[in-house]
């Protein structure tokens, strides 16, 4: 067992719930990645995590501060340089002693959040990348140049986590140390990205089983911004692939839209920025595609570096949603140096450039209802987890406020 969590002692890869080998698993490396067990904390931890205060929001308030978590430990930095939540579950991803990975797993409750467990990784390695459904939970680690990359999926149940599967990139694969580098998890999908490379993993009867790497068409199948970003909706699986952001100038940036079909994943459709208008199909959209987030029935896709009809440099966040099985484009808002990612709560939008920005719903289209100061934005993320809005801020030790987003 890769990541260590103190509820279980090492099982062998193996032990999914049916008790089959699990695709690409690899048993050597397990004892050199032995797990070390973390802590666990049956009572909300005020110190660590604090609690959210049981209390009504003001009919004005766009967003109300309930608690700032910080690691609480000693040797920890970088709290906050991933984060994923979803249902009751907050991961937050650091690292420790900066060699390495360590994940915080936070239970959010009515009357608070509680640090329930925290989870170290193999000494050396990369990451974490971090993804969960609220059901599941998986943990990527890259490896160090010529090493092996690996992720962990865990399902959880009444508070214990279980390993399913540990699944890691072949000695022979291309970019094997990149492996597990970006995640995406939702339902029976798991989505692995990394540069020019993207698999899907399905989970049936017999554990996880791989449904193939993905192929985009021509001239973006190497492309090494491939795979920057990931994400699942419905079924469907969206790639990234934000062409100006690693310098590749053969066409715009897009996101690739996959569907099952029979065994394997096949090419449904494509989305696209604006980019410049009228302009040379050369010419790059600046990166449209660097990052992907899903909000219900909405896909969010960031343009950090847009380009204007006048030639002007200016962010975009794309919304496109899904009816029908079909995604369309459905509205746009531009902000000042967006590369923090966006987040949909309700009928709020939240997007993180030199600020954050709040728009509100208002039929078709999002109006502004103002704007944040956040320090070192450039090190700052966002993430959701229910209707708290996570503000993660990675710089120095790290830490990351939740916010109560009001919902309209």
């Known amino acids: 067992m890769k990541l260590g969590s103190h509820a279980r002692s090492p099982q062998s890869p193996t032990d999914t719930h049916s008790g089959q080998p699990a695709v690409d698993d690899r048993s050597r490396a397990e004892e050199a990645r032995a797990a070390t067990h973390g802590s666990r904390a049956s009572t909300p931890d005020v110190r660590e995590s604090g609690i959210v205060p049981a209390r009504s929001r003001g009919a004005h308030e766009t967003l109300t501060p309930a608690v700032t978590l910080r690691a609480g430990r000693d040797g920890v930095s970088g709290f906050g340089a991933a984060v994923a939540g979803a249902g009751d579950i907050l991961l937050i991803g650091a690292r420790h002693e900066a060699q390495q990975p360590f994940v915080t797993l936070y239970r959010v409750t009515h009357e608070g959040v509680v640090r329930e467990r925290s989870m170290r990784g193999a000494p050396g390695h990369g990451g974490p990348s971090l993804a969960t459904d609220g059901q599941r939970i998986a943990v990527g680690q890259p490896a160090p140049e010529g090493g092996l990359g690996f992720v962990s999926v865990y399902l959880r149940n009444a508070g214990e986590l279980t390993?399913?599967?540990?699944?890691?990139?072949?000695?022979?694969?291309?970019?094997?140390?990149?492996?597990?580098?970006?995640?995406?998890?939702?339902?029976?999908?798991?989505?692995?990205?990394?540069?020019?490379?993207?698999?899907?993993?399905r989970h049936s009867a017999v554990g996880w089983l791989s449904a193939g790497p993905l192929r985009p068409s021509l001239p973006y199948e190497w492309n090494p911004a491939l795979g920057h970003s990931v994400a699942v909706l419905g079924g469907r699986v969206l790639v990234g692939n934000p062409v100006e952001i690693d310098g590749h100038r053969a066409g715009p940036g897009r996101v690739f839209v996959y569907r099952q079909a029979d065994d394997h994943m096949e090419?449904?459709?494509?989305?696209?920025?604006?980019?410049?208008?009228?302009?040379?199909?050369?010419?790059?959209?600046?990166?449209?595609?660097?990052?992907?987030?899903?909000?219900?029935?909405?896909v969010l896709v960031s343009a950090p570096y847009e380009l204007s009809a006048s030639?002007?440099?200016?962010?975009?966040?794309?919304?496109?949603?899904?009816?029908?099985?079909?995604?369309?484009?459905?509205?746009?808002?531009?902000?000042?140096?967006?590369?923090?990612?966006?987040?949909?709560?309700?009928?709020?939008?939240?997007?993180?450039?030199?600020?954050?920005?709040?728009?509100?719903?208002?039929?078709?289209?999002?109006?502004?209802?103002?704007?944040?100061?956040?320090?070192?934005?450039?090190?700052?993320?966002?993430?959701?987890?229910?209707?708290?809005?996570?503000?993660?801020?990675?710089?120095?030790?790290g830490q990351v406020a939740l916010h109560f987003a009001e919902q309209a």
């Open 163 to 201: 390993l399913e599967t540990t699944l890691e990139a072949k000695p022979d694969e291309a970019g094997a140390a990149s492996f597990g580098q970006r995640l995406a998890l939702a339902g029976d999908l798991l989505v692995l990205g990394q540069p020019a490379s993207v698999r899907v993993y």
């Open 267 to 298: 090419l449904d459709s494509e989305l696209t920025g604006d980019g410049i208008e009228g302009g040379r199909e050369d010419s790059p959209r600046a990166g449209f595609g660097a990052c992907i987030q899903v909000s219900d029935n909405f």
């Open 311 to 397: 030639g002007s440099s200016l962010s975009r966040v794309y919304l496109f949603r899904s009816q029908a099985g079909v995604l369309s484009r459905f509205a746009s808002v531009d902000v000042p140096s967006c590369q923090g990612g966006a987040c949909l709560i309700g009928e709020r939008l939240f997007v993180l450039g030199d600020a954050l920005y709040v728009y509100a719903r208002a039929g078709n289209q999002f109006v502004p209802l103002g704007s944040y100061a956040v320090s070192a934005a450039s090190q700052t993320t966002l993430a959701s987890c229910g209707a708290l809005l996570a503000i993660a801020s990675s710089q120095g030790a």
